[in-house]
């Protein structure tokens, strides 16, 4: 056993700071409290516990592939998510949730070992109908799908028949998760305020997916009409919701929708937006917290750098979190949305022993990468 000793612990319930040690037993955390002891003590004085990071929205296989998508090797896709892996698990990100591009491999190879990194959940592709952004055909190119192979399966779709039939594709292919795309895309700039799928196509993305093992649909939408047709179908999660308003706030708290804001992507360089969205981005945070609707962290990179990954969190704070509301988006909250909450998020008995030790026991956010003492991943250090 190994004692953590001398530090503070960050209970992401209250939003407190105390005094504790910590016991760390094979990979689960055996005993939180005053005075403890074990054979092996880590010297953690002066230093803040908090428990490992999780980053709901991210695409660990992209990098690579944004710069060059159609003159890499298939190949080359998952090998570039190796050093994404090492990148994020350094910065005490523990478990992601790939928002489309990492394949059943991927995972795979961090269970087993081969590659070391967070444990991944992974939603394969992003799902959508004729036209929408998971739709690669282009008017020189036709219908060449770059990205797909057997184990990436064709994401297109039209009508509630084949709604549940994609799902079927995806769980098949090992998909964690399902991801729809419900509007356009703030990146290529076009259809931001579209609504792509209809009613009866959401219910049955939801429905299917529900039935094959109680998996999830995550949904990208900015536009607001698009983000209250995902509530009100009962997603379990929607991604960025940057002109998320009233009503459809209103509908994600009425449902227990969650909200990824992927802040990252306005907030970071805020003259490379699209005009206006920073501003109506932090106003969406603004309006989600006012009608009571859960937050968890999601970076979407690498629109901006992996090694950014930690200043979403600073991006959470400065939207209306606050330091204690943003850590616990990026840990309690983030493992209640993946259906995690029993085995990791924070740090209490039984739990799994991820934790981030941080420099200094005071909340600040502002530059996180540069407060990491260490990392612990399924009781292991890694970092």
């Known amino acids: 056993m190994k004692l953590l000793a001398g530090g503070s612990v960050f209970d992401v319930r209250s939003g407190q700071v105390a005094e504790a040690d910590v016991v760390v037993a ?6 939180v409290g005053r005075g403890l002891d074990a054979d092996e003590v880590v010297d953690c004085a002066g230093s803040l516990l908090v428990p490992g990071f999780i980053d709901c929205h991210t695409h660990v296989c992209l990098a690579e592939t944004k710069k060059d998508p159609f003159g890499l ?21 523990t478990t992601v949730r790939d928002a489309w591009g990492a ?12 590659v070391e990194g967070p444990e991944i959940l992974v939603s394969l592709r992003q799902v959508c109908t004729t036209g929408g952004i998971g739709d690669h055909w282009g008017p020189r190119s036709g219908p060449v799908d770059f990205f797909g192979d057997p184990a990436m399966p064709d994401p297109v779709f039209n009508g509630a028949d084949e709604a549940r039939a994609v799902v079927r594709r995806m769980v098949r292919a090992g998909a964690d998760w399902i991801k729809v795309a419900a509007s356009g895309s703030m990146s290529l700039g076009r259809g931001v305020h579209d609504v792509q799928i209809t009613e009866a196509e959401f219910h049955a993305l939801v429905d299917e997916a529900r039935r094959l093992g109680g998996r999830g649909v995550m949904v990208h939408a900015h536009g607001a009409r698009a983000i209250e ?8 999660s929607v991604e960025h919701g940057t002109y ?8 994600m708290a009425e449902a227990g929708t ?6 990252s992507v306005t907030q970071s360089d805020p003259d490379a937006a699209a005009p206006g969205a920073p501003e109506a981005h932090r106003r969406a945070v603004e309006l989600a917290l006012a009608a009571g609707v859960p937050v968890a962290m999601g970076s979407d990179n690498p629109e901006r750098p992996h090694t950014e990954v930690l200043r979403e969190i600073h991006h959470m704070s400065a939207a209306g979190l606050g ?18 909450s029993d085995d990791r998020g924070e740090i209490a008995d039984g739990k799994r ?31």
């Open 353 to 383: 022993a991820d934790l981030v030790v941080l420099h200094g026991t005071d909340l600040d956010v502002s530059a996180l990468d540069t407060r990491i003492r260490a990392v612990w991943h399924n009781g292991r250090r890694v970092s």
């Open 26 to 31: 094979g990979e689960r955390i055996v005993a």
């Open 103 to 114: 394949d059943a491999g991927v995972r795979l190879a961090v269970e087993r070992g081969w």
């Open 323 to 340: 330091p204690g509301g943003a850590l616990r988006a990026a840990t309690w909250e983030a493992a209640r949305l993946l259906g995690l």
């Open 258 to 263: 969650w909200l990824v804001p992927t802040l």
């Open 229 to 236: 047709a995902a509530a009100r179908a009962g997603a379990r």
């Open 73 to 93: 090797p298939r190949s080359a896709r998952p090998l570039s998510a190796v050093p994404v892996l090492t990148t994020l698990l350094c910065r005490g990100v």
């Open 244 to 251: 998320l308003d009233e009503d459809a706030a209103a509908a």
